[in-house]
């Protein structure tokens, strides 16, 4: 038996089809995971991604201990707004990828994942030995994301009418607190929407809220094709302890700025900066009819030249698509070794689907 977040019986009574995932038992989908895909490309859904870690970072030093941590800079932030991030190890491999808010200079709140609980956990309260700081699991509360273009449509049946300018006022990566409600506009999908923390005692009642409003329970297998589209990593997959940020597509993460910002695994990242990158995590398009799977091999001029991180069938184009790592000089063509056939394949740069419209960018 797994654990269980706050919304299992409501996923029960809608009939869901429940997994193992990370020593969580989790929805995989309500019936057709498809069917929920394009409700989220096209009106709006719900996930229970309660499963996620929170973390409170409290203390006089928590904006020092953050400069340290990760490979962003949390300098940029003002209260009420977020920054996605990579908190690496000295050698600039990927412990895990990471959303901060900062609630005023002395609290942020920390969302990991849910698979690299136990790892991130040790090596925060490790690194956070020389602050003064306090880091708290927030197991009391549960989270919510609502995502697709309808969301906004839905909210007065959602919240107090007197709280719904100031939601509808924040911007992407930007949050705020209406009494025990952490509503953050922020998601996995590509699309707009809303994450919400709230108290784990209060989630059913939420939940039961949102059914109500017509917005469509939706489980992992079409949350990981919806972020796969929209050419999001996905942990564990598309980036790990071995591969820095530089090689995952996410460079756009690391504040090079202020130069004397000593962040864990600068030094390592600054040197394979300046001998060049030899790997990127660019995507992938099929020509033919097949599906991609992670580790299928990917061959250009009869070579082999990286290989498949994460692939699926994209509902919204009707093709086969995937991330993958390769070397930094492969062209715009490939080739991908499906059970034996090599398959002609497009090389691209995410995301493959934007506002539920295909978006096709040369290398």
């Not at 089809?17 to 498809?34: E, N």
């Not at 005692?201 to 796969?228: E, M, S, V, Y």
């Not at 086969?320 to 056939?341: F, M, P, S, W």
Request: proline share 5%; with cysteine; hydrophobic share 40%.
């Amino acid at each position: 038996m797994g654990k269980k977040t706050p919304l299992y019986d409501c996923h029960l009574q809608s009939n869901a089809k429940i997994v193992d995932f990370a020593g969580w038992d989790m929805p995989l989908h309500y019936g057709s995971q498809v069917q929920e895909h394009h409700v989220v490309r096209k009106n709006v859904g719900v996930f229970d991604v309660s499963h996620m870690t929170i973390l409170d970072c409290m203390g006089s030093q928590a904006s020092h201990f953050l400069r340290r941590l990760v490979a962003n800079n949390v300098d940029r932030l003002v209260p009420g707004k977020a920054l996605y991030s990579c908190m690496l190890q000295e050698q600039g491999g990927i412990l895990d990828d990471l959303i901060i808010y900062k609630i005023d200079p002395t609290f942020y709140r920390l969302i990991v994942n849910s698979a690299t609980r136990d790892k991130d956990l040790a090596w925060i309260k490790k690194q956070a030995e020389p602050f003064h700081i306090t880091i708290t699991e927030r197991t009391d509360l549960a989270m919510l994301a609502i995502q697709g273009p309808a969301t906004v449509e839905k909210l007065p049946y959602l919240f107090e009418q007197r709280d719904l300018p100031s939601i509808l006022a924040l911007k992407p990566f930007h949050f705020l607190l209406i009494k025990d409600y952490f509503i953050a506009r922020t998601g996995y999908t590509g699309e707009d929407g809303l994450e919400v923390i709230l108290p784990a005692t209060d989630a059913q009642n939420f939940w039961n809220r949102l059914l109500k409003a017509d917005i469509h329970p939706c489980g992992l297998g079409a949350r990981d094709t919806l972020r796969l589209e929209a050419g999001l990593n996905l942990y564990g997959a598309d980036m790990d302890e071995t591969v820095t940020p530089l090689e995952s597509n996410l460079g756009w993460t690391v504040a090079w700025e202020p130069l004397d910002r000593d962040f864990i695994g600068r030094l390592a990242l600054e040197q394979q900066h300046d001998q060049g990158v030899k790997q990127r995590l660019v995507g992938i398009i099929l020509e033919e009819p097949g599906v991609l799977r992670n580790h299928q091999k990917i061959i250009a001029n009869g070579m082999l030249v990286g290989e498949i991180t994460s692939g699926s069938f994209s509902p919204t184009l009707n093709k086969g698509i995937g991330l993958a790592r390769v070397n930094a000089d492969l062209g715009t063509t490939c080739l991908v070794d499906i059970r034996g056939k090599q398959v002609t394949a497009q090389v691209t740069k995410p995301p493959f689907v934007k506002k539920n419209i295909a978006v096709t960018v040369g290398v």
